[in-house]
């Protein structure tokens, strides 16, 4: 069965350093997404994107995060200068279509900030 | 944001019946999921309602009413392999969901 894949499963990093998390959305799916979970709280939104380009984001989602989708498999999450509060797991999910389509997650990268 | 209301914790005996409710706003609304998750992994998917009623697959079954802002997740014949968080997951937009904060299902012989 066709899965969301992401790397790395694990990212440490230091506070003001830029991060890459990378995902594989199951390959015949259009629509791709960002979550994000801190520890011991609620799954979060933070970008959707279609089409190259972003059809909706989160006000968590600000200058500091980007996305990206380099070619036709990898879609990616940039982090810019990475802050303490943005240590999280951050889950990718994809669907074959939009609204009300199922989403499906990816296992997720933990990130931890230092 | 859409406040989605979930309580929190539940302990059950295996083969029990468990009914875990949601509440959310109902503005702009498209449809409710609900995924599992089980510590430090991904939700998954388990089901999904757009009409109002009750949908059924095998053990677990979930019920929508859209002029409430309700649903609820049944799961029957409870296994150990159960205990998890269960999400509901109201969906907006382009597809965004908005997460409750889950409700912790503890599965005990």
């Known amino acids: 069965e066709p899965e969301v894949t992401q790397t790395p499963s694990h990212q440490v990093t230091q506070m003001g350093q830029e991060v890459i998390l990378r995902c594989v959305p199951i390959?015949?799916?259009?629509?791709f997404y960002w979550y994000r979970q801190i520890l011991g709280q609620k799954v979060e939104f933070l970008v959707s994107f279609y089409n190259n380009e972003i059809s909706e984001k989160s006000e968590i989602f600000d200058d500091q995060f980007s996305v990206e989708r380099p070619d036709g498999s990898n879609f990616t999450l940039k982090i810019r200068s990475t802050k303490l509060e943005d240590s999280a797991m951050y889950f990718c999910?994809?669907?074959?279509?939009?609204?009300?389509?199922?989403?499906?997650f990816g296992p997720g990268t933990r990130l931890t900030v230092l | 944001g859409q406040n989605i209301d979930q309580p929190t914790e539940m302990t059950a005996t295996e083969g029990a019946i468990v009914q875990i409710n949601c509440t959310y706003q109902t503005s702009g609304f498209n449809g409710l999921f609900w995924y599992q998750q089980h510590a430090g992994e991904a939700p998954t998917f388990l089901s999904y309602?757009?009409?109002?009623g009750l949908e059924e697959k095998g053990r677990f079954s979930s019920f929508l009413s859209r002029s409430k802002g309700y649903s609820y997740l049944l799961l029957k014949e409870l296994q150990m392999k159960d205990s998890a968080s269960y999400l509901c997951?109201?969906?907006?937009?382009?597809?965004?969901?908005?997460f409750g904060k889950g409700n912790q299902v503890v599965v005990i012989p």
């Open positions: 390959s015949n799916h259009l629509y």
């Open positions: 999910a994809s669907s074959l279509g939009g609204r009300g389509d199922t989403q499906y």
């Open positions: 309602n757009v009409l109002d």
């Open positions: 997951a109201a969906n907006y937009g382009n597809n965004r969901l908005a």
